[in-house]
């Protein structure tokens, strides 16, 4: 069965760094765009970032854009989220999620079960 | 950019109660419109994509509808389980898929 489970969460101080990855199994990992979505503490959903399935292409949200960096290791079916220059707004529950088609619709059908970001002083 | 807009942002229903959830987006996104349901502490569950079409094994209780820039999510006779916040996410301006601000489904 598709499995997508997230690691690398912690308690981190402004301005630092931190790298969570998302290893998946049950599925062909290497045929597959992966997006990581992000939910601040009682919040609602948010869109972080997307690679494409051969790692040729990636896309960032503005809010993000130039302090993370996301990518992919086929041979090891991880996907990764390098996050540098973390800021308070950053704080939040990273999901990996797997994005399918039908034709030219996307959607998530599978989701880790997340990581947690705090970023504190 | 493309805005999601989702009313009303909670309701409160019974038990076997119809409910309706709207969504509307800032421009015509056609039908690329998708549907979560999400429980607190999990993972969101797709529930519809393509505006109307049931994701496999999601009760058919649940529909979907609309086009252009206006969409609903209909449970129709809601049950224990349904208690949830339920978000829409446009697919039409990829690769950004954003989500509508979200709707949580309360017990009256």
């Known amino acids: 069965q598709v499995q997508l489970v997230e690691s690398g969460g912690g308690v981190v101080q402004p301005g630092r760094s931190l790298r969570l990855s998302c290893a998946a199994s049950?599925?062909?990992?290497?045929?597959?765009?992966m997006h990581w979505v992000r939910q601040a503490p009682g919040k609602g959903l948010e869109w972080v970032a997307v690679?494409?399935?051969?790692?040729?292409?990636?896309y960032y949200a503005d809010s993000v854009k130039g302090r993370f960096t996301i990518s992919r290791d086929n041979s090891k079916n991880t996907l990764y989220l390098q996050m540098n220059s973390l800021r308070a707004e950053d704080t939040a529950v990273y999901y990996c999620?797997?994005?399918?088609?039908?034709?030219?619709?996307?959607?998530?059908?599978?989701w880790g079960q997340g990581t947690l970001v705090t970023i504190s002083s | 950019d493309i805005q999601m807009t989702q009313s009303p942002s909670s309701l409160s229903a019974s038990v076997g109660d119809r409910i309706t959830i709207t969504c509307r987006a800032s421009?015509?996104?056609?039908?690329?419109l998708n549907w979560y349901q999400q429980k607190p502490g999990k993972a969101p569950k797709l529930l519809i994509y393509?505006?109307?079409i049931l994701q496999s094994g999601v009760p058919s209780r649940f529909s979907g509808s609309g086009s252009g820039t206006d969409f609903t999510l209909t449970i129709s006779s809601l049950q224990p389980e349904d208690f949830a916040t339920y978000y829409c996410?446009?697919?039409?301006?990829?690769?950004?898929?954003?989500f509508g601000g979200g709707t949580k489904v309360e017990i009256k």
């Open positions: 999620a797997r994005a399918d088609s039908f034709g030219d619709y996307f959607y998530f059908d599978y």
């Open positions: 049950g599925f062909i990992f290497s045929n597959y765009g």
């Open positions: 690679i494409w399935y051969d790692g040729s292409k990636k």
């Open positions: 421009q015509s996104i056609s039908s690329y």
């Open positions: 393509a505006a109307s």
């Open positions: 996410q446009q697919s039409y301006s990829t690769p950004a898929l954003t």
